[in-house]
């Protein structure tokens, strides 16, 4: 598909689909992903304000590592809602959350474009490598400033630069090379369109955020091998799988194989480092 060609709304239902097939391999990978994004959920967490008795709204929140993390800190007179456009990610989400004995986290299937919630309820907003998939980045981040109480902060996590995040970027430019598929357009969705020095703190004032700050944070990710690293992003990186669909069976197995290949720069005695930085941003309605 061509940049001019971009539908949205094709496109949110291609996402959608994307993550209900990808749900079960999600949550599969949850103790690796907990590891690799852990650290920084903490810093988002802190970021945005929450403690004990806040309410707050996961929006993209996915299998909901994110969504729990919040929950054990505003306890028992706190509230968690967990959101996602993906019906199978929450029913993970809602699983996982009995399993914790978690009961102040509830999940609700909302288009993070269109938070269907009361205005002002919220203490706090997160998403956790959400933003990147809205194609309509400023009607979501104003349903996010909406959702806030006066005074209440958003903040969100999404990869810096590709150059930052080879982990991913290199299998996506073998990918378009291999596909004919063009880079994302300005302003279109993709998973560095936030990254470069700037753009997200114009787009949280844009929304209308005041006291915006962001945080640089390294956050490799670290398996056994390269190929662990594939297996990872072709169970649970579904974006990747669309991008591939125009290839035949042998086009898409040859990529695979030249990603790993390309991956394997990352091994070392001490088993697979992906390059990955990550921004935290934060703001005040």
């Not at 690293?229 to 898409?252: N, P």
Request: hydrophobic share 40%; proline share 5%.
């Amino acid at each position: 598909m061509s940049a001019q060609a971009f539908d949205p709304v094709v496109y949110k239902e291609t996402t959608r689909k994307q993550w209900q097939d990808a749900a079960e391999a999600w949550n599969r990978w949850g103790d690796v992903i907990e590891r690799w994004l852990g650290p920084a959920t903490d810093v988002m967490l802190d970021m945005a304000g929450i403690r004990d008795g806040s309410r707050v709204l996961d929006v993209a929140a996915g299998a909901g590592g994110q969504s729990f993390a919040a929950a054990r800190r505003v306890g028992r007179g706190g509230s968690v809602l967990a959101t996602d456009i993906s019906p199978d990610l929450l029913d993970f989400a809602a699983q996982r959350a009995t399993e914790a004995g978690l009961d102040n986290v509830e999940t609700a299937v909302l288009d993070g474009e269109r938070l269907d919630v009361d205005e002002g309820s919220f203490d706090a907003v997160i998403s956790r490598v959400g933003f990147i998939y809205f194609p309509n980045q400023q009607a979501a981040l104003q349903g996010m400033w909406r959702a806030l109480k006066p005074g209440g902060n958003l903040a969100g996590i999404v990869y810096s630069t590709a150059q930052a995040n080879q982990f991913f970027s290199i299998p996506v430019s073998i990918i378009r090379r291999r596909a004919e598929l063009p880079p994302p357009a300005p302003g279109q969705p993709g998973p560095f369109s936030f990254g470069e020095p700037g753009v997200i703190e114009a787009a949280y004032e844009r929304a209308g955020f005041n006291n915006v700050q962001t945080r640089r944070m390294a956050a490799p990710l670290r398996l056994a091998s390269a190929a662990e690293c594939v297996r990872f992003q072709q169970e649970s990186f579904g974006a990747l799988h669309q991008m591939l669909a125009g290839l035949s069976d042998e086009g898409r197995e040859e990529t695979w194989r030249e990603i790993e290949h390309e991956l394997e720069r990352f091994e070392a005695a001490s088993g697979f480092e992906g390059p990955c930085e990550l921004l935290i941003a934060a703001g005040t309605r």
